[in-house]
């Protein structure tokens, strides 16, 4: 009885550092490109980075048993991931280099359930205004028919990176 599901991930160093050192949307595309190493979330739950241009990032995912919650379907904790990475690349891909971001706030609406049987979904982040300190965007969770199943927004709050402040 029982199942497993194992994973591995790079130090997450190597990417805090890069990110410091190069514009998002460079970042951005060497992530995607597998010249950096995805971050350990991407491992842990098993999405990935499809699509990165500037203002626009979609990742993807097949959900899975692992997923889901005590009533047998994915997570809201799984849609809120997929939408706030969606949305907070969408704002990385436009940042110069030496320059960061952090969530601020996401706020979700679930509008469908996904199982296992719903096939790969799509979180699709856009940037919707950015200022100097702050940027707003917002992502669409699709299934593989385009029907929505779920929306958010975030605020996200843009700051000199680390690396670039030394």
């Not at 550092?17 to 190493?37: C, N, S, T």
């Amino acid at each position: 009885m029982g199942r497993t599901r194992s994973y591995r991930w790079e130090d997450p160093a190597i990417l805090a550092e890069a990110a410091g050192r190069m514009a998002g949307i460079d970042f951005l595309r060497e992530v995607r490109a597998g010249r950096l190493p995805g971050p350990p979330i991407n491992y842990a739950i098993d999405f990935t980075l499809d699509e990165v241009e500037p203002g626009r990032a979609v990742f993807s995912l097949a959900p899975g048993e692992e997923h889901y919650n005590p009533i047998g379907s994915v997570h809201g904790g799984i849609f809120a991931t997929l939408l706030d990475s969606a949305a907070g690349c969408a704002v990385q891909s436009t940042l110069s280099r030496g320059m960061a971001y952090t969530s601020l706030d996401l706020t979700v609406k679930f509008l469908r359930r996904i199982t296992v049987d719903t096939g790969t979904v799509r979180a699709i982040g856009t940037v919707v205004s950015q200022g100097r300190r702050t940027a707003l965007a917002q992502a669409q969770l699709v299934d593989p028919e385009d029907r929505l199943l779920a929306h958010a927004t975030s605020s996200c709050l843009l700051f000199p990176a680390p690396s670039a402040e030394e």
